[in-house]
């Protein structure tokens, strides 16, 4: 599988959002992970539609954009309208997953389905045969900066033992916590699709998507 960097650009200085976005693609970082929060599916409330077409503009990568809001089929043809490449949604925000995950592929753009660290992988088996992308999340969602789980490698091993014993060809991608320091070991659990945001925009940009990308 192909290895990923996707700059989570909730670290990031809004008030220069399109430039550090810039400054991420010209260093290499092929995803921009965009995460929404409505304060209610968690604490947090971030950005939505009118930010994401804000910002399209400046770069041609590819927008990934993490869900974590209540009842995310509301949205789904709005977020794909503002320039959604893909979008992931939560398992415990959906009432019929499968459902779900069918009308994001129908809007033509790729499907991802996400669980936090205390939900299950065996209560997402039943879609992985259709997604594009099985999050893990290493933390729990609402912030960034918060310290990786440790116990969530074993998820991220069961995922990619069950594509390879079904003969699936998903993407599997981390977030939350992802350092310079345990980069490695979620690699080595399978995972391949890298999410960072303070790691990114703490500091100098450039030089940390660069450090990410050569180990990678
Ligand atoms: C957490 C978000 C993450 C967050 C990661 O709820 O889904 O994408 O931005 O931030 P770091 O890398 O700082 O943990
Ligand atoms: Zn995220």
């Known amino acids: 599988m192909m290895r990923i960097l996707a700059p989570s650009i909730l670290s990031a200085d809004f008030g220069i959002l399109g430039e550090q976005l810039r400054i991420c693609d010209e260093a290499g970082a092929q995803y921009v992970h965009i995460d929404v929060m409505d304060g209610m599916f968690v604490p947090s409330i971030t950005y939505g539609m009118p930010v994401i077409s804000s910002i399209r503009p400046y770069t041609n990568r590819f927008f990934d954009v993490h869900l974590m809001i209540a009842d995310p089929d509301r949205y789904l043809e709005d977020f794909v309208k503002v320039g959604a490449d893909s979008i992931?949604?939560?398992?415990?925000?959906?009432?019929?997953?499968?459902?779900?995950?069918e009308r994001i592929k129908r809007l033509g753009v790729k499907a991802a389905v996400a669980i936090n660290p205390a939900t299950p992988v065996d209560s997402i088996l039943h879609v992985l045969g259709k997604v594009d992308m099985v999050l893990v999340m290493t933390v729990n969602p609402g912030f960034g900066g918060q310290s990786f789980i440790t116990y969530t490698?074993?998820?991220?091993?069961?995922?990619?033992?069950?594509?390879?014993?079904?003969?699936?060809?998903?993407?599997?991608?981390?977030?939350?916590?992802?350092?310079?320091?345990?980069?490695?070991?979620?690699?080595?659990?399978?995972?391949?699709?890298i999410v960072s945001g303070s790691s990114v925009f703490k500091g100098d940009i450039a030089d940390n998507v660069k450090y990410f990308l050569e180990r990678m």
């Open 88 to 101: 992931t949604v939560h398992a415990e925000a959906c009432k019929h997953l499968d459902a779900t995950i």
């Open 153 to 193: 490698l074993d998820k991220i091993r069961q995922v990619a033992k069950y594509a390879a014993d079904n003969n699936l060809s998903y993407d599997i991608q981390v977030d939350g916590g992802i350092t310079r320091d345990n980069l490695q070991e979620v690699l080595d659990a399978g995972a391949n699709v």
